[in-house]
Each structure stands twice: as C-alpha cells, then as structure tokens.
C-alpha cells in the first residue's frame, strides 16, 4: 500500500523513537544468612537429655545378684510385701 502526500499521524508513529530509560529499582530485599538461637530452656534440656542418654536402662549388677540368689534358691519373696507395694503405689 501507498500513501502520498504528508500524514503526520501515519509518519509520527513510524518516525518518532521514544527513549525508554533504565526502571529504579524499589523495595531491594537485601539477602540475609540464616541464624537460629536457641534458648536457655533448650539448651538444659539438651544437657538432660545427655545424661539420661548416659544411663543405662538397666542395672545390670541388681540383675545378676537377683539372677544368682535365683538359681540358688535364696530369694524369696514374702506376698505380704508385694501387696503392701502395690497399695503404696495405688495410694
């Protein structure tokens, strides 16, 4: 297609360069490192937890006295006492 004669619409658009300028930047979110801080409250109960960690779940010299009063046949146990336990503990 042709167009003669002078069109300032037609030839504005096609003629005319806009400069765009560089876009500022806003609201930069600088990065920060990760840190954690960890309690008074954590750090006993770390200490707790490490100690427990150290005891053993079972006594194993109170095992093998009871074991050999066992099998010598010097361990009794009188049902009086455990009754008298068992209520202990309930009350």
Do not use: C
């Amino acid at each position: 297609m042709k167009i003669w004669g002078d069109n300032p619409k037609v030839f504005g658009v096609s003629n005319h360069v806009n400069s765009v300028g560089k876009i500022a930047r806003k609201d930069i979110v600088a990065s920060k490192t990760d840190e954690y801080k960890v309690s008074s409250q954590a750090k006993d109960f770390q200490t707790v937890m490490k100690a427990l960690y150290n005891i053993p779940d079972i006594r194993k010299e109170k095992v093998y006295e009871i074991s050999k009063k066992i099998e010598s046949n010097q361990y009794k146990v009188d049902a009086k006492d455990i009754s008298d336990k068992i209520i202990k503990m309930l009350s």
